[in-house]
């Protein structure tokens, strides 16, 4: 299988679940002109597409409330990790690129959330702020898998967050049952099988990763994250942030 605008791939890209390398991979077997130029959900103003028509790959940190609009050919991936060093990982991801700015970048207003990390300590980071803030902390960290594969946007939380949880986390497993392939950034291994055996197309992934954080790729973050922590109390609240994200794999893996 060649992909095209008839039979498209579509690569939920999660941050920091190795998507980087993966899109590359995909990018250059399919050729530039082939991929979406909408790479990010921020990208698009209000009423233009994610997923615009006539692609053969869309790839990215995208909503994808428009799947249902493209082919049924299609072929629908995603890559996870274990959501406590995925927040982990995102917040050294984040304070590495804060630190390699410059003041003058740093005082940009796109980059307020990396002034943000780089100044307060991490409790404060995560659980201080304005409402907008904590808005924004919430949509990243709090239990993103429920709410992007629940509601298919990146910033989706405020339409479930009332919900009980077991309601968000059924709506989150039909979710993850529409994808073609959910993987283990762990097992990539299995990624470059199937995507073999589906489209006669080997991608050259384990081992091969882009921007990857300074930490050892065998060291846990999470506990280097609840360290910064300056309270129990606060070390509690960010566990409640992986609660649901944890019983929504152990149900899915449990089919």
């Not at 309601?167 to 995507?195: C, H, T």
């Amino acid at each position: 299988m060649r992909p095209g605008p008839e039979n498209p791939i579509v690569f939920l890209h999660i941050p920091k679940t190795a998507g980087q390398t993966i899109h590359n991979e995909l990018a250059a077997w399919v050729g530039a002109p082939n991929v979406s130029p909408v790479r990010v959900h921020t990208e698009v103003r209000a009423g233009e597409r994610q997923m615009p028509p006539g692609y053969a790959l869309y790839s990215g940190h995208i909503d994808w409330t428009e799947l249902d609009l493209l082919p049924p050919a299609r072929l629908v991936l995603t890559v996870l990790r274990d959501p406590r060093e995925r927040i982990a990982s995102f917040y050294f991801f984040l304070l590495r690129e804060a630190k390699a700015l410059s003041p003058q970048d740093l005082a940009l207003r796109h980059n307020t959330g990396k002034q943000r990390i780089l100044t307060t300590p991490a409790e404060d980071y995560f659980f201080g702020g304005d409402r907008p803030w904590q808005r924004f902390v919430r949509d990243h960290y709090d239990n993103f898998y429920c709410s992007y594969f629940a509601t298919r946007m990146m910033r989706g939380l405020r339409l479930i967050e009332k919900l009980p949880e077991a309601e968000v986390i059924r709506r989150a497993l039909a979710g993850l049952r529409v994808m073609d392939g959910v993987y283990d950034i762990g097992a990539l291994d299995r990624l470059e099988d199937d995507f073999q055996a589906r489209t006669g197309h080997r991608l050259h992934l384990t081992g091969n990763y882009r921007n990857a954080g300074h930490h050892a790729r065998e060291q846990a973050r999470w506990p280097l994250l609840l360290d910064r922590m300056d309270s129990d109390a606060g070390r509690r609240r960010l566990e409640d942030f992986v609660t649901r994200d944890l019983a929504l794999l152990d149900a899915f893996a449990r089919g």
